[in-house]
């Protein structure tokens, strides 16, 4: 088979900054270690998330230009709500300003103090606006999903019984939702097979407890389901998305991510009265229901991005890439998450550095490692972004690995920026017994990862 080639062709550049190893030793001290206080212009290859960072089209350009500022019931919203049905099938299209805006609305309606929420796993602004009303965030993952080398197909799947066993404890009324977030992003951007989503609409029904979908990359979900599920290479990434929504009562979607754009999320609601309370909220602190705290053109190139975003080509090319990075790894020795996610590789951290204890942050220290070595820039995802204590004093449970996550920008990075980042990585793994453990100096007691102050040990 020939290489897959980017499905597209460059019309604008961004220069990169070249930097030396020993400026970029300065710049990280001067961050404290903390990947997220550096400035973009000091970055080589910025894989810190794929977060609105993907690049926009020809197309959505052109959305933009045409963008209806009108306060309320713009063409751009009608555009964006068309778009949005076609898709997913909701009739309900809430528009916010990115994902954490649709779930501080979807917990304050339907969280609360004494209720449980659980999900395959909950990101972490997810746990952070669940944990804000007073409810428990309680991940319930199949066992594999723990394991990095098991090639499990959906490592995302929710257990089934022990999500039964957490409803049953907890009282299913204490449960106002279960979530199945698609594709697991905290836990390797691994996806959720049809099967399992079919599996937990049954157990809700048999509860009656609504099932929200966090369907940030729902179109990368649908992808791997079409690959890895028996029955389902013949079915159309579309008609999988579908199916998909057709089995929620809600959902939750940042559109920096499958949305293909620098901004803007949706809350999906199909009972009425959720609609309407959500409505309310979102005007009282996002903006109107036709705009709800973006520009109509904001709007335009959601409704652009939405439809790209299931071209089968895009996903092909846009799933081999991890997988591309996740083999040249791998033959580095280096240890990732196997199988490769659809937006993100995981390293290993424990593995990576086995002579930092989890107390001095493994995954921070590969961090620092990462962009003193190559100028690349990567995310912790371990005991920085998980441990600290409940908003009870408690501490955390501590994550179940250790991992640090190079996410893929969509549409951004070539083949050569991806085989320069393989090539760091494998030369900062030669020397990884040189890497010292971190200690926190200052942290905030909610997402401390994005503004902790760090030092090396
Ligand atoms: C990014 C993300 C969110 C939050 O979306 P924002 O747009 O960053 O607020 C929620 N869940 C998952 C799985 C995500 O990846």
């Not at 090639?151 to 009324?173: S, T």
């Not at 048999?206 to 389901?225: G, M, Q, S, T």
């Not at 309407?276 to 705290?293: D, P």
Request: with cysteine; glycine share 8%; proline share 6%.
């Amino acid at each position: 088979m020939k290489t897959i080639i980017e499905p597209f062709r460059i019309k604008v550049v961004e220069p990169i900054r070249m930097t030396t190893e020993a400026e970029r030793d300065g710049l990280l001290r001067a961050a404290h270690f903390n990947t997220f206080l550096l400035r973009a212009d000091d970055v080589l290859i910025d894989l810190l998330t794929d977060s609105g960072t993907g690049a926009m089209s020809a197309e959505q350009w052109a959305g933009v230009m045409r963008g209806d500022e009108s306060y309320a019931g713009a063409s751009s919203f009608f555009r964006f709500q068309a778009s949005l049905r076609d898709i997913t099938g909701f009739e309900h299209i809430l528009p916010t300003h990115q994902g954490r805006a649709s779930e501080r609305i979807l917990f304050q309606i339907m969280a609360g103090p004494g209720k449980v929420v659980p999900a395959n796993a909950h990101f972490d602004t997810t746990r952070a606006n669940c944990e804000a009303t007073g409810a428990r965030a309680v991940n319930v993952p199949i066992p594999e999903a723990a394991d990095p080398r098991s090639r499990h197909p959906f490592k995302g799947n929710i257990d089934i019984p022990r999500l039964e066993a957490v409803i049953q404890e907890a009282g299913p009324a204490n449960v106002p939702m279960v979530i199945v977030t698609v594709t697991n992003n905290t836990g390797g951007g691994q996806p959720v097979s049809l099967e399992n989503i079919r599996a937990v609409r049954a157990l809700c029904d048999r509860y009656k407890i609504p099932l929200v979908l966090d369907a940030c990359r729902f179109a990368e979900n649908a992808w791997f389901i079409k690959q890895r599920e028996p029955g389902m290479s013949v079915r159309s990434v579309r008609s999988i998305v579908r199916e998909m929504f057709d089995l929620a009562d809600g959902a939750t979607i940042s559109a920096k991510k499958d949305g293909m754009v620098n901004i803007g999320g949706v809350l999906l609601l199909r009972d009425a009265g959720l609609v309407q309370r959500a409505g309310e909220l979102l005007i009282l602190t996002e903006g109107y229901i036709t705009y709800g705290g973006l520009a109509g053109r904001d709007l335009e190139a959601m409704a652009q991005g939405f439809q790209e975003v299931v071209q089968e080509d895009y996903l092909a090319y846009r799933v081999r890439t991890a997988e591309y990075m996740a083999e040249r790894l791998l033959k580095a020795g280096v240890q990732i998450i196997e199988p490769a996610g659809g937006h993100a590789i995981y390293i290993d951290a424990a593995h990576f550095c086995p002579h930092i204890p989890p107390a001095h942050f493994p995954g921070q220290a590969v961090v620092a490692g990462l962009y003193r070595t190559g100028g690349i820039r990567a995310c912790e995802i371990g005991s920085v972004m998980f441990g600290g204590t409940l908003p009870d004093g408690t501490p955390r449970p501590a994550p179940a690995m250790e991992l640090v996550r190079l996410a893929f920008p969509r549409r951004v990075y070539t083949q050569s920026h991806f085989d320069y980042a393989a090539e760091s990585i494998a030369e900062l793994f030669a020397k990884r017994a040189t890497l010292r453990g971190i200690k926190i100096i200052e942290a905030p007691q909610a997402l401390r990862h994005f503004t902790a102050k760090f030092a090396e040990m």
